[in-house]
């Protein structure tokens, strides 16, 4: 449901509620980040790149649109932001969209509901804009337009390969473990294991072979990653 390898930032204090979205975000794919108080959560918003915020409205220190505020306002980020708050009056859903959340979800939620808001965050987020590029060294996907290039020579790759160099991307140069890349191109029915193997060999001579640099690393007994030679 939410594209594998987006990252979210979490900001809740409230630690029972965080660990249980966590471990359902992070089960879905997704790489959460987490912050139990407005300063640092504000200070995560601002320095490590993400797509998706989840915020809750009343935590301490900095509240959650006081957070929304700083972020657009003095930031300037326009990443988009799903409030959670226990305070379902409608008094505080103006205030949150004044503030800048794009939107707005009451607890007790289904942590589902959580994933799909936030999976349609991720797709409305400015279309065409940057965050459908990833890029890593000379290497750069469009996931939007689907096209690959190295040093601007185009690369022409089949759909799975192309799924699997996604996931990569998002996270390189960190490895991706091979269950999580079965995940994110073929969801929760995989097929055998010598799949991956072969779809990741088709990439290699894709990405890979007409170049000087490899890039693509097969990390044993764990999965993959992209990283440049040292
Ligand atoms: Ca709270």
Redesign the pocket.
């Known amino acids: 449901m939410i594209a594998a390898g987006i990252r979210i930032l979490l900001i ?3 630690q029972d ?1 965080a660990e249980l979205l966590t471990d359902y975000l992070e089960a879905q794919g997704a790489v959460v980040d987490y912050a139990g108080d407005g300063v640092t959560g504000l200070h995560l918003a601002v320095t490590k790149p993400c797509d998706v915020i989840v915020l ?5 220190g900095m509240d ?1 649109l006081e957070l929304c505020r700083q972020m657009r306002q003095l930031a300037r980020s326009d990443v988009p932001i799903l409030m ?3 305070r379902d009056t409608l008094t505080d859903k103006l205030k949150g969209f004044e503030q800048g959340a794009d939107d707005y979800l009451v607890k007790p939620f289904e942590l589902e509901e959580v994933a799909a808001r936030v999976a349609a965050l991720h797709r409305r987020a400015r279309p065409g804009g940057p965050q459908d590029e990833h890029r890593y060294a000379d290497l750069s996907l469009n996931s939007r337009t689907r096209e690959v290039s190295r040093n601007g020579t185009p690369i022409e790759l089949k759909p799975i390969p192309f799924a699997i160099l996604d996931a990569l991307l998002r996270a390189a140069p960190n490895v991706v473990p091979r269950a999580e890349l079965e995940r994110a191109v073929w969801g929760d029915e995989p097929p055998d294991s010598d799949a991956l193997r072969t779809h990741v060999a088709a990439l290699r001579r894709a990405v890979d072979k007409p170049f000087d640099q490899p890039l693509l690393q097969t990390v044993h007994g764990v999965g993959y990653r992209l990283r440049e030679p040292e």
Do not use: N
């Open positions: 809740e204090d409230h509620i809750d409205l009343g935590l301490p959650g959670l708050t226990a």
